[in-house]
């Protein structure tokens, strides 16, 4: 083979692979594009919701701290407590119920295009 031939061999290799490239970033840069709006709202977002979920959990706690030293020290069977005793305590399940289900969203899965989009709520 002459020289000739293999710089052009060469420079056309070059050449595919930099349009390769440049078609990888548009695709890339589309796809930011197209996600940055949510991406946005969740990073405004989760701040925001970190500060309420501490709020809950330390407002609950004292909460959880004055039912228990209402009910007294000593064990208490679920017939004993008081109706609004009861309720209460329901409460308090159900606030750590979904505190547990919220602190089990993954919200990398929100920041990525790649599979199925997340279930909406509506």
């Known amino acids: 083979m002459q020289i000739s031939t ?3 061999l060469a ?3 070059s050449r595919q692979e930099d349009e390769l490239l440049r078609e990888q970033v548009a695709k890339s840069e589309a796809t930011i594009d197209a996600t940055q709006e949510d991406f946005d709202a969740l990073a405004d977002a989760l701040p925001r919701t970190t ?3 501490e709020y809950i959990g330390t407002h609950g706690a004292h909460a959880l701290d004055k ?3 209402g009910i007294g020290a000593a ?3 679920w017939a004993d407590l008081t109706d609004n005793q009861k309720q209460t305590h329901q409460d308090f399940v159900a606030v750590a119920s ?3 289900s919220v602190d089990g ?3 990398s899965r929100f920041m ?3 599979g199925e989009a997340p279930e909406s709520s509506s």
């Open 112 to 114: 990525t295009t790649e």
């Open 11 to 13: 420079r056309r290799r």
């Open 105 to 107: 969203i993954d919200a």
């Open 51 to 53: 500060e309420l979920l």
């Open 98 to 100: 979904c505190q547990l």
């Open 6 to 8: 293999l710089i052009f």
């Open 67 to 69: 039912w228990q030293q």
């Open 75 to 77: 064990l208490v069977h």
